[in-house]
């Protein structure tokens, strides 16, 4: 996601892992939070992964089902933010769908495999963010050479995408958004429920993140718990740095915070072991 600031003002615990552009509109919105609805969705997209075409089309990129990688709003944008001009509801299904169902590929088998390994529900979450952590790391997409297509300050990549430069290269490039794609396709195929979130102040900037619902979680240092949907329980992971799963330093939280009470922060719950196309999408107004 992006802002106008060269680190996006986001909190120091986050400056060394600058986020990316989703859209300089993350600036121009007040949305103060009064209620959490659930609505029932149906997709009907045909996708395999990775994508092999991206096609320019009126300034965007499209894969090859029609997604815009190059924009997170509208009915095409990756992460799906409706309406364009008041964020209100995202459906990144849209994006994480290439990896799901009959599309399971790389990063659904890299987090069976954590769920093989482990058979705690916190020790797998930890790992997966660790892993997640120090196999992508943090780059603008305009300075991305493992994108297909340049010279865009935003291109989302699919969790498949992302995980097949990790094993081939050893390490994947990518900035928030890929990061939090990556990290919730993995928590699901391991059992671990999650949420992905976009959100954004009108001073800091934007960000993309995934949280996971761990109620009972206490690894020995402070956790912060937030509620979503009237649940609470569920701790950050940030997969952009190295912040330990649950752990929120004091700047991050505060811009977290003004994201929610001044500017907006919309999220999507994702199951464990999810693989169907309807799923229900939260969304805060």
């Known amino acids: 996601m992006h802002g106008g600031a060269d680190y996006l003002g986001l909190p120091p615990a986050l400056r060394s892992r600058r986020c990316s552009d989703v859209s300089l509109k993350l600036l121009r919105f007040t949305l103060p939070i009064v209620a959490v609805l659930l609505l029932a969705i149906s997709l009907n997209i045909a996708c ?7 096609t320019p089309v009126d300034g965007e990129v499209v894969d090859d089902w029609g997604i815009y990688r190059t924009n997170a709003y509208g009915e095409r944008g990756y992460f799906m933010v409706l309406p364009e001009d008041n964020p209100q509801t995202m459906y990144p299904i849209i994006i994480i769908n290439e990896s799901l169902g009959p599309y399971m590929d790389l990063a659904w088998q890299k987090g069976l495999e954590f769920k093989e390994q482990y058979d705690s529900v916190e020790e797998r979450a930890e790992r997966i963010l660790e892993y997640v952590q120090s196999y992508v790391e943090y780059k603008y997409d305009d300075e991305n050479p493992q994108l297909p297509v340049s010279g865009y300050s935003e291109f989302a990549r699919n969790a498949d995408e992302t995980m097949r430069s990790i094993l081939e290269e050893g390490i994947a490039y990518g900035d928030c958004e890929d990061h939090a794609i990556l990290l ?15 959100m954004a ?5 934007g960000h993309a993140t995934v949280l996971v619902y761990l109620p009972g979680y206490n690894p020995g240092y402070p956790v912060h718990f937030f509620t979503l949907d009237g649940e ?7 997969a952009t740095g190295d912040i330990p ?23 999507y719950i994702l199951e464990p072991n999810q693989t169907t196309l309807t799923p229900g999408a939260k969304y805060i107004t």
């Open 48 to 54: 395999a992964t990775p994508s092999e075409n991206f």
């Open 184 to 198: 919730a396709t993995m928590y699901m195929a391991a059992g671990v429920r999650c949420a992905i979130v976009a």
């Open 201 to 205: 102040d009108p001073y800091m900037g």
């Open 232 to 238: 609470w329980g569920w701790v950050m992971a940030e």
């Open 245 to 267: 799963l649950g752990y929120m330093p004091e700047d991050y939280l505060m811009y977290v915070e003004n994201c929610m009470n001044y500017g907006f922060f919309v999220y």
